[in-house]
């Protein structure tokens, strides 16, 4: 049997390296390429975004509810993405990533963003809280 990816028995710089990579792909592979199925989240993942229904008091339970609530505009909206940096906790149990996100609106607009992941022991996303001020999304006039 394959040992979790986070296991216990790791050592600390390839948890270290599990987490960093994590993050970096969940931009550049699943928002960069649009593809959902790149971003290893948990069945049981919560969502907190600003731009979710309810924003971030209302979080999106369940991996299913996040690709129909949360992911389904998204495809259509995503332009380029940058990484500028990834960060990791004292415990090694989450991530977070600091990224430039174009959203294809006319104009176009930079959400500046910072996305913080909680990482179960599989390397699966547990949980997630999207950091930005959507103004400039919803506001024309910001």
Not at 60 to 69: A, I, L, M
């Amino acid at each position: 049997m394959e040992a979790p990816l986070l296991a216990t028995n790791t050592s600390l710089a390839a948890r270290a390296a599990v987490l960093h990579n994590l993050a970096q792909n969940y931009v550049t592979e699943g928002l960069g390429k649009k593809n959902f199925e790149s971003i290893p989240y948990a069945d049981d993942v919560v969502l907190r975004a600003p731009l979710c229904p309810g924003g971030v008091a209302n979080p999106v339970y369940g991996k299913e509810n996040v690709r129909s609530t949360w992911w389904a505009p998204l495809p259509g909206l995503l332009g380029q993405v940058e990484v500028l940096d990834t960060f990791i906790n004292k415990d090694l149990s989450a991530v977070a990533i600091e990224f430039h996100c174009e959203i294809l609106l006319n104009p176009p607009v930079l959400l500046r963003i910072i996305d913080r992941f909680k990482v179960n022991d599989d390397g699966m996303i547990t949980d997630q809280e999207n950091f930005f001020d959507p103004r400039i999304v919803t506001n024309p006039a910001y």
